[in-house]
């Protein structure tokens, strides 16, 4: 397959190398933290969670010369193949899969257990790379519009039916690659309304929304009418079914918050609202971890001085909540570092993908860095209180081997990608 | 904006307002730095402060505390133990460790919780030596009330375990803590309990404790609970206790000269140390299930019911006031008075006075209706409408503390029921209502209610010819006195002049021979008193009595209320003036009617009654 180009590394961004290494670094010594017991004081125990994480983070070396060895044009090639196979392992699921924890996410495969949506992000990416470098691709359509929407919406309804909605919810980062490659500006600005509706009505109660906004339409009617003497003649019928769009959105999301929603659902977002208060049941996983967090300060208590996470105090504390462990033992400058490495890593991979030559590699970049934002995004804002309870995972900082290597196979076909623009022309 | 822009410049902003957010959290904000129970690293030792004892007004010892031992468990902490030999200590089947344990372990598996609670001292003794063997448990030490007399139950009240809610409500409290319930224990719960003191101490990664937590900058001593001196005379107490034994009802007596309540006695009761000790709950629910004596009712506090003829006094005073009457007044009374046209328009009257005149003394000792419901509807018809006559006679009697809660220290208590115009606007909705449609009233029945203290307070009202204090239950705390709002007077409504005509009269329903309870006179002590026979649906009437003594400078203001007692001097009567006489002089002069009270039941009354209701549910 390929000739002069035997060395595999030829052409590799070092910087993103560089960042993943130091990423997984950091997230491994949080781990070792989090789950170190205090029975057990060997270094290295493989059967504890840190020591099974360093098995994983050693395997990732392997899979990611693997991923290296191939050309970028058997991605490009052979992404419809690798999409259909990452849905069918999906649907598999519900005919093999193993339930953990309520949902049935996971295959057995005897020493370890593998989540095959942890992969299926990158197969979406691949696939939805492939759909807009087509020629023919053109977002102004409809036809090309559902296309786009089917392809992330294919996995991510087997991902809800798991059911594991906070994983099948990072698919909304396509939104971003969509707006990238064409996609009418009115989605953006009607998801955005309606997750200002959604809170507004969550807040206020939709009877409030609705008079409000109705007073915000009566507001600009007035303007136009006095201050800029102008009278609406057909804004008129535009205006009512504006406002009518608003109300029955409102109205619906007052019903599907409180009939189609289940209660837990409910009380998180009740939590994060500061409409219920319960911090020993409900709300105790985020008052815990940002408690925990806190009680870091400005510089932190150091490494393995953590009491509250020695103490096993934040449940879930190695996955989920791990951020909460980087809070406590490195303060304010660990943690803020953090998010700088996690701002600094997406948009290096956003330049990279700006600069691509081939559209599918360009697609494939910023389908990647919207997914890691996602991902990072409402990770640490879950952890730090500011977004609701949505359970996934904080790439290369959770336990898990799944997630590692998804997201290790997420960035590496990427790296693979970028160095073929080098010698490809 | 470029498209191409759109993404990164979230990430920027996402990034800036989540740096933002841990700056606030890690460095602005403080209010997370506190150590608190949640925290495991940080281990929480409290020392709890000895409850105060309460006395009664002559320095009695009511309830003192005996300490208790109780078995804490941290679930978490629990590694490698016998549990057989736990299970034989403890004397627990290996059934009931795995159920208190998987308790503990739901509650929190590192806050401790009560594992058993309230071990008896010689099992704590054995106990202590052992228990360093078991890790995860530990003994923690509390004080139990011990109750020195076995009386007055509604009174003291009792402590126990706070449940979940509470601690909800209020965080100074953690699972397995006391708190006072009912009673004074309730009302001066923070006054007795004090403030428990707090000891972090610091624990390293192996649970092993290495000393004060920030060299003790947290902790707090505790503060020791106050005692109390409760106005209660426990001898007189205890004494209606027996008198009133076997009868449903209440006894309140109160000092008019300072609203000091002398005795509150509540029957049936129950021994205040059945709430105490292991068996507590079982006690407990026990009681609480007894739906047939309902002995968890302050009957004193709690009873609402038409206070019948004593009542006059106050239709009397406030004929006076209003100016319709004068002391010279009279009526005749036909055995009734007929206040309306119609054929069932007519209430009777036992008075016995057959026709002739009757005067505003002889009304009173007499207990004459006629009399009365004429004072009453002058008052009513002396205003333009129904409604405000309504208004002036309600503000008149409410002014002697009926119809509302006293606002005391007492930790029940019920409103009762005085009507205004706009009560019965909502009755008859037409609004054309007269005097004659709540004639009923004047006698203290119709749609009046008023509880055993609203009485007695209202007695030491008229004693004081004017002005009563809130009754109040604690004299003294930590030998301090009491709050102000007890030793204001209020003042009724009714002027000063007004009382002597009608106290001449309660003195002769007793004075006198022909009086409705000259059988309870004393000698020797000038009583003031007035029956009452108050009618009741449900069975038989209740019998009622008011009186204070002496006439002059009275010394104590007494209300008795028997149910289903038939009339007024049969029960409620010879009570007060045999309590009267207890608190006046020590000593009974008639003993018989002393042996009437110890030994008289109104059981069978009772069962009967019960049979009908029974029957009636079976229809």
């Known amino acids: 397959m390929r000739s002069k180009k035997n060395n595999i590394f030829l052409g590799i961004d070092w910087v993103l190398v560089g960042f993943y ?9 949080n781990i070792y933290a989090a789950t170190l017991d205090e029975i057990d004081y060997d270094l290295i125990n493989f059967s504890t969670e840190y020591g099974k994480q360093l098995v994983w983070i050693g395997l990732s070396i392997p899979l990611i010369l693997l991923i290296l060895m191939f050309d970028s044009k058997f991605y490009e090639k052979y992404s419809s193949i690798i999409y259909i196979i990452s849905v069918a392992s999906l649907i598999g699921l519900f005919l093999f899969g193993k339930n953990i924890n309520g949902a049935t996410s996971w295959y057995n495969l005897g020493i370890f257990s593998l ?9 979406c990416a691949l696939a939805m790379a492939k759909l807009v470098s087509d020629k023919q691709f053109n977002l102004k359509k409809i036809n090309t519009q559902v296309q786009a929407f089917s392809i992330l919406l294919i996995p991510a309804i087997f991902i809800t039916l798991q059911p594991d909605p906070g994983s099948a919810l990072v698919y909304g980062a396509f939104i971003f690659v969509l707006y990238r490659e064409g996609l009418p500006t009115y989605y953006i600005t009607i998801g955005f309304v309606a997750i200002i509706l959604f809170i507004t009505t969550l807040y206020f109660g939709y009877l409030n929304v609705l008079i409000a906004t109705l007073a915000l339409f009566t507001l600009f009617i007035i303007y136009f009418y006095f201050f800029r003497k102008k009278v609406l003649k057909r804004g008129w019928l535009k205006l009512i079914g504006l406002y009518l769009i608003v109300a029955l959105s409102t109205i619906s999301i007052d019903f599907i918050f409180n009939h189609v929603f289940q209660q837990r659902h409910r009380d998180r977002f009740n939590i994060l609202l500061g409409k219920t208060d319960d911090i020993k049941s409900i709300g105790y996983n985020t008052n815990q ?5 806190a009680s870091g300060g400005f510089s932190g208590k150091g490494f393995l001085q953590g009491e509250r996470t020695q103490g096993d105090f934040v449940p879930e504390q190695q996955t989920d909540y791990i951020f909460s462990t980087i809070g406590e033992q490195w303060g304010f400058i660990g943690s ?33 860095a919207a997914i890691f934002f996602f991902h990072f995004a409402i990770n640490i804002g879950m952890v730090i209180g500011i977004l609701p309870t949505i359970g996934i995972p904080l790439p290369f900082f959770s336990y898990g081997g799944s997630a590692l290597w998804g997201f290790t196979v997420l960035l590496f076909i990427f790296i693979r990608l970028n160095a073929n623009r080098t010698y490809e022309w | 904006m470029k498209r191409t822009g759109l993404l990164a410049y979230l990430i920027l902003i996402i990034g800036v307002i989540y740096i933002g957010r841990l700056f606030y959290l890690q460095v602005l904000d403080n209010s997370y730095k506190i150590p608190t129970l949640n925290n495991s690293a940080v281990k929480l030792k409290y020392e709890y402060p000895e409850r105060g004892y309460v006395y009664d007004r002559n320095g009695e010892l009511l309830v003192a505390n005996q300490l208790s031992y109780d078995i804490m468990i941290i679930p978490r902490e629990v590694k490698s133990i016998d549990t057989l030999e736990l299970c034989s200590l403890l004397k627990i089947s290996k059934e009931d460790y795995i159920k208190k344990f998987n308790r503990a372990k739901r509650y929190s598996t590192r806050i401790p919780s009560t594992f058993v609670a309230q071990l008896a001292k010689n099992d704590y003794a054995y106990l202590q030596e052992k228990m360093h063997k078991f890790k995860g448990f530990y003994i923690q030490k509390r004080s139990l009330r011990e109750y020195l007399v076995n009386s007055a139950p509604n009174v003291l009240g009792y402590i126990s375990e706070v449940n979940e809610d509470l601690i909800k409500k209020n965080p100074y409290y953690q699972l397995g803590e006391l708190i006072g319930r009912s009673g004074v224990e309730s009302t001066y719960e923070e006054t007795l309990r004090g403030q428990k ?18 060299n003790g900058k947290y902790d707090t001593v505790a503060v020791p609970g106050n005692d109390i001196t409760l106005t209660i005379d426990s001898k007189l107490q205890q004494y209606g206790e027996a008198l009133i034994i076997n009868k449903r009802g209440g006894i309140v007596a109160i000092e008019p000269s300072t609203g000091e309540i002398l005795a509150l006695v509540s029957s049936p009761t129950y021994n205040p140390n059945l709430m105490v000790g292991r068996n507590r ?10 739906t047939i004596n309902k002995p968890l009712i302050d009957r004193g506090l709690q009873g609402m019911y038409p206070p019948g003829s004593p009542f006059k006094i106050i239709t009397a005073l406030t004929a006076l006031q209003e100016n319709v009457i004068n002391t010279t007044t009279s009526v005749k009374c036909i055995n009734g008075y007929r206040y309306g046209s119609r054929k069932g328009a007519f209430m009777k009257c036992h008075c016995g006075t057959h026709g ?13 209706n006629s009399y009365f419901a004429n004072a009453y509807r002058k008052v009513i018809e002396k205003y333009p409408t129904s409604e405000e006559g309504m208004n002036t006679w309600n503000k008149h009697v409410e002014s002697f503390g009926l119809g509302n809660y006293l606002n005391n220290d007492l930790s029940v208590g019920r409103k009762g029921l005085i009507p205004d115009g706009d009560f019965y606007n909502r009755y008859y909705p037409s609004g054309r209502w007269t005097a004659t449609y709540t004639i009923s009233n004047s006698i203290g029945q119709g749609e009046i209610l008023t509880t055993p203290i609203q009485l007695a307070n209202m007695t030491a009202a008229v004693a004081n010819r004017g002005y009563y204090f809130t009754p109040h239950i604690v004299k003294k705390i930590n030998n301090e006195k009491i709050n102000q709002q007890y030793t204001t007077p209020k003042y009724t409504s009714i002027d000063k002049k007004h009382f002597e005509p009608v106290i001449e009269g309660l003195f002769q329903v007793l004075e006198n021979p022909r009086g409705t309870a000259s059988w309870s ?20 009437d209740h019998s009622i009595f008011i009186a204070f003594a002496p006439k002059d400078n009275p010394k104590i203001a007494i209300a008795v209320f028997v149910e289903n007692g038939y009339w007024g001097s049969r029960w409620a009567g010879p009570i007060s003036s045999l309590m009267i006489e207890k608190y006046l002089t020590g000593k009974i002069t008639k003993t018989w009617e002393e042996q009437r009270m110890f030994n008289g039941s109104l059981q069978e009354e009772y069962e009967k009654q019960l049979q009908e209701e029974l029957i009636e549910v079976e229809k």
């Not at chain 1, 971890?289 to 967090?293: A, G, K, P, Q, R």
């Not at chain 2, 005067?359 to 207990?367: E, F, M, P, T």
């Open chain 2, 281 to 290: 709950s079982k006690n407990f629910t026990k009681l609480y299930l007894d």
């Open chain 1, 289 to 293: 971890s940002v408690t925990t967090i």
């Open chain 2, 356 to 368: 002739s005149p009757v005067s505003l003394n002889k009304a009173i000792y007499r207990s004459c």
């Open chain 1, 115 to 123: 989540q095959p949506s942890e992969f299926a992000k990158a197969a």
């Open chain 1, 336 to 368: 803020s570092l953090v998010i700088i490495l996690f701002v600094m890593f997406t948009l290096r991979i956003i330049y990279t993908a700006e600069k691509q030559k081939s559209k599918f590699s360009r697609v494939y970049g910023y389908s990647i």
């Open chain 1, 21 to 29: 290494f130091v990423l997984i670094f950091i997230g491994w010594l």
């Open chain 2, 197 to 214: 003191g707090v000891k972090y101490i610091q624990r390293d990664r192996f649970n092993k404790e290495i000393g004060p937590y920030k």
């Open chain 2, 521 to 540: 006179r004393v000698k020797g002590i000038e009583i003031c008193g007035k029956t009452g026979t108050a009618e009741n649906p449900h069975g038989q």
